[in-house]
């Protein structure tokens, strides 16, 4: 799935399904499951239907009824600060994760190096 | 529908107002490689794999600089326990509702229904936004080739944002 037609155009997977969204709700609007599962329901279905290396299937959604969103998304730099530690969504994970031993816990991998 | 956001552009612009150097986009020219889907979705192990960073409480949350490592969340994880933290997207849209980034529960309801088979053992999550593309090549992408091999997966639904 993607929501950024140009970029995943230049990468060039086997297959793709397209969302005309503002970028961060690639699989649909916040608190719309039902549109989630629409949406969902037509980017599965291109797994069989398309069928030529590198297509693309334009999904029929809209955002809104204007285009508005087009012209300032991306217009300011908004990414938080590079750094290297974890950073958790609550405290408590901080506590809950630090307190795996690491001997059980088979859930964080780092991909091997070759 | 109108015309899309052209990102590269933008960001391309965007960083030259702020003094960086020019991005490197990955840009593949040849075919991309091809495997036909011989199942009908009803028959298909699906596997989804999500670059919002999204984590389950108890694992180590995705720092942000060039994380490349990848967390493993199993299929019926509830929807209380999964996390997201990113660098380079609003995340409040994400904090409130994960399934738009994360469709784990839309894609359970859809198994449960029968549209596709069912959902490979686990999904995978890891932070975009790595700038070495060296290492998605060479570490990550291949890390989670073999998982979905290893987990017999017939699809691979990867959900950027």
């Known amino acids: 799935m993607t929501s950024a037609l140009d970029i995943t155009q230049a990468v060039n997977p086997p297959r793709a399904a397209f969302l005309d969204y503002p970028l961060g709700q690639t699989a649909g609007k916040v608190g719309e499951p039902q549109l989630q599962r629409a949406i969902m329901i037509?980017?599965?279905?291109?797994?069989?239907?398309?069928?030529?290396?590198?297509?693309?299937?334009?999904?029929?959604?809209?955002?809104?009824?204007?285009?508005?969103?087009?012209?300032?998304?991306?217009?300011?730099?908004?990414?938080?600060?590079?750094?290297?530690?974890p950073q958790y969504q609550y405290d408590e994970d901080r506590v809950l994760a630090e307190s795996c031993d690491g001997a059980t816990c088979a859930v964080c991998f780092e991909p091997p190096r070759p | 529908m109108g015309e899309p956001v052209r990102y590269i552009e933008r960001i391309q612009c965007l960083y030259q107002g702020l003094g960086y150097p020019a991005y490197r986009w990955t840009v593949n020219e040849t075919e991309p490689p091809w495997t036909p889907v011989t199942k009908p979705l009803r028959d298909c192990?699906?596997?989804?794999?999500?670059?919002?960073?999204?984590?389950?409480?108890?694992?180590?949350?995705?720092?942000?600089?060039?994380?490349?490592?990848?967390?493993?969340?199993?299929?019926?994880?509830?929807?209380?326990?999964?996390?997201?933290?990113?660098?380079?997207?609003?995340?409040?849209?994400?904090?409130?509702?994960?399934?738009?980034?994360?469709?784990?529960?839309?894609?359970?309801?859809?198994?449960?229904?029968?549209?596709?088979?069912?959902?490979?053992?686990?999904?995978?999550?890891?932070?975009?936004?790595?700038?070495?593309?060296?290492?998605?090549?060479?570490?990550?992408?291949?890390?989670?080739?073999?998982?979905?091999?290893?987990?017999?997966?017939?699809?691979?639904l990867l959900v950027p944002v």
């Open chain 1, 42 to 85: 037509e980017a599965l279905q291109a797994f069989v239907t398309l069928k030529q290396p590198g297509s693309v299937k334009m999904l029929p959604f809209k955002w809104s009824d204007s285009e508005d969103w087009k012209s300032t998304t991306f217009s300011t730099d908004s990414r938080l600060p590079r750094v290297d530690t």
């Open chain 2, 45 to 156: 192990r699906l596997m989804l794999i999500a670059s919002g960073g999204i984590y389950l409480a108890g694992q180590v949350a995705f720092h942000y600089k060039d994380d490349s490592s990848y967390r493993a969340i199993p299929k019926d994880a509830p929807a209380s326990a999964l996390r997201a933290t990113h660098f380079a997207y609003d995340l409040a849209n994400a904090r409130r509702d994960l399934r738009c980034v994360f469709p784990l529960e839309t894609l359970r309801g859809l198994a449960a229904e029968g549209f596709f088979g069912e959902l490979a053992s686990h999904a995978y999550t890891f932070m975009g936004g790595i700038y070495s593309t060296r290492r998605v090549n060479t570490e990550l992408a291949p890390a989670l080739v073999a998982r979905a091999q290893e987990e017999k997966a017939d699809l691979a």
